[in-house]
């Protein structure tokens, strides 16, 4: 488990690094990138992951995110993964769909070839990167995470947490899937790296995994009413109608104008990070 | 002079918007990214330019620049012109160099040929640009403008001031080439654009016009001692040295550890926008 440091920039008070290694869970080299706030020696900061959506991979949110100011004000790391394995041999949607394979690992572990060799968000964001983290940044506090995410990605935020309940301490999304048993994006997704059993997709469906008693600590949700994947893909009332039965408690905010890109998550980004960090800061 | 919206999107409580006109100036169409905050009806905003460096255009900031927070928190209209002409028929560097022709005007009039038709980026930017804006913009409140820049747009900002010392209020920099007459860049921009004759080069030369009794109304330069330009291209103690010899009010900052990118410009920008909020909400 070696990881190599491919550009190590200093901004915002913090080091923005971008590293990659090799991972075994994907069989393909990995790049993420990691922000960590200047801090004493010796000091532990919580960890705030971002999943990022559709096409990206973990420069979109690093360039455009605006992440860095507000984690540096609360001490808290920003880690930011790519969305999908790549590299020679990685198989891409036969059409090059920008809605599947690279770029759209949707946050599963594939069962069906020729995509179950490489294709395992899943099992990289729950277990390898994490376990990375916790060897090469020392300053990494991993018994205070936290997570965010947008649409494709915040439909993993809220899935990888509700999976595992006791990992995070505070998750929010951004625009998120909410329900992709439930729409195009994620049937294509899921029926795709899953195959038809339609059983073996609600691991994956954030409102489906609520409705089955999963729960999260507490939940922030932004989505901009002038986001034109709302009604097809995203689904918000579905989540805040799977919250109401459940008693989940969560915020849900409609934001009046936005749309789906960085111009809106930079908006509400200061604001997801301090309502991490005050959560990650306190005792559970 | 009408005016084409390419795209407008909500961000940060304000309209992010990119514009194309055709100049008469450059004999091209010219794009430029401009926001404007949430305000009352028939209010008037002070306007902040921001003039970009070598091969960027109006997106580099947009995209990263993170400016819209404190924008919009002090009501400061931000406008972002290409830096050079571009389109069918603009000639480039022979060398296709990115240091000259398309992405890099220099912010000067060409006199040689064949630059002399299409690259006139100074009269673009004090003359027909704010005009544009006067016109199709009726929030603009053209009394109250300040400018900076960086790098080469730096270098821009610093010299469009100096030459006409009623336009702007403010005046601050990121990285500025300040003496472009004694640097590489500056040498070929100058001698390419302008032709051999030192002397005609001084009035797009901040140190040379400081030097020669052009004055600013303040300063505010932030230059990071990590950038890989500072020694050979940006050379910030000449400036340094000509505001002190001619009693030139500067703030001047060196930044231990930041290099010459955005992740250095969007670490100082929100304090560079408060500054010139300042300077133009008071009196003169």
Redesign the interface.
């Known amino acids: 488990m070696t990881i190599e440091t491919l550009s190590t ?5 913090g080091t ?1 690094s971008v590293c990659r290694h090799a991972s075994d869970t994907t069989a393909t080299d990995m790049s993420f990138a990691i922000f960590v706030p200047d801090h004493a020696e010796g000091a532990k900061l919580p960890v705030l992951w971002y999943l990022s959506g559709l096409t990206c991979t973990h420069a979109n949110v690093m ?2 995110g ?1 992440y ?2 507000a984690c540096a004000r609360h001490g808290v790391i920003f880690v930011a993964p790519d969305t999908s394995p790549r590299g020679e041999g990685v198989p891409d949607d036969p059409d090059s769909a920008w809605d599947f394979g690279l770029g759209a690992g949707f946050y599963v572990d594939a069962t069906v070839e020729p995509w179950a060799k490489n294709y395992r968000m899943r099992s990289y964001i729950e277990d390898e990167l994490p376990s990375l983290l916790l060897r090469h940044f020392p300053m990494a506090d991993m018994t205070r995470q936290g997570i965010s995410g947008h649409s494709m990605g915040g439909h993993g935020a809220l899935t990888v947490a509700l999976r595992t309940p006791d990992r995070f301490r505070s998750v929010s999304a951004f625009a998120p899937i909410v329900a992709p048993t439930q729409c195009p994006w994620g049937e294509k997704a899921l029926g795709g790296y899953l195959g038809p059993d339609r059983a073996l997709w609600t691991a994956y469906d954030a409102c489906a995994l609520i409705d089955g008693g999963a729960r999260l600590p507490d939940l922030l949700v932004d989505q ?1 009413d ?1 986001d034109t994947f709302l009604a097809e893909q995203l689904k918000t009332p579905l989540l805040e109608e799977s919250c109401r039965k459940a008693g989940q408690k969560a915020t849900i905010r409609m934001q009046p ?3 789906h ?4 998550i ?2 509400f980004m ?1 604001e997801h990070v301090a309502w991490h960090a005050e959560r990650l800061k306190r005792g559970r």
């Open positions: 920039t200093r901004s915002h008070g923005q360039e455009k605006e860095r100011a901009g002038a104008g936005y749309d890109s960085y111009y809106f930079s908006t200061a």
